[in-house]
């Protein structure tokens, strides 16, 4: 007998949540990562970023943006199998800011004090939601400190606070080491 992948994550996500209160949830699109309230707070680098958790390309031409952000997804806009999509406030400063290539601009703003963002499919049902907060639980640095919120992984409940967390500032924050489990040099200590 075989079964599915999205089977045996049900399986083993029931458990999950009904003994230790974890919640997962499973779109195939997920926003994955906001920046709110830049660094300086005048920058006009704010964005959002979708991401395709499934393992086949999307189209997502018609798709937009309901709360916080009003844009809509051209004609023939596509996203890979566990690829990035990012929509800016303005994409010409986030390429100066960093580096990276967006869609875009979109109109409104993300407020700094928290909101709901809304994305929906072009027949208008609804996609993905998060209510962003600007104070703990959900990561506080990043409320003006130039920092992004990251979704931690698109399997949790995006919509609660310990589901993100700061990301990184190139030149700022200190880079993340994870160590492997299989790594022989790691003790750890008491």
Known sequence: MTYSPKTITKIFTFPLFFF?????????????????????????????????????????????????????????????????LVVAENPEELVKSYGKEALGPYSGNLASDGERIELRRSDGTVADTVRYQSSFPWPVGANGFGSSMELINPLLDNDLGGSWRSSSVPGILPELTLIGTGNSDWRWRP
Not at 33 to 44: D, F, K, Q, T
């Open 20 to 84: 230790c209160g974890i919640s997962f949830s499973f779109s195939e699109i997920v926003i994955n990562e906001v920046h709110y309230n830049s660094e300086p707070n005048n920058a006009l680098n704010e964005f959002v970023e979708i991401h395709n958790a499934s393992d086949d390309s999307i189209n997502i031409s018609g798709w937009f943006f309901s709360d916080g952000i009003d844009y809509q997804f051209p004609q023939n806009t596509e996203i890979k199998a566990k690829g990035y």
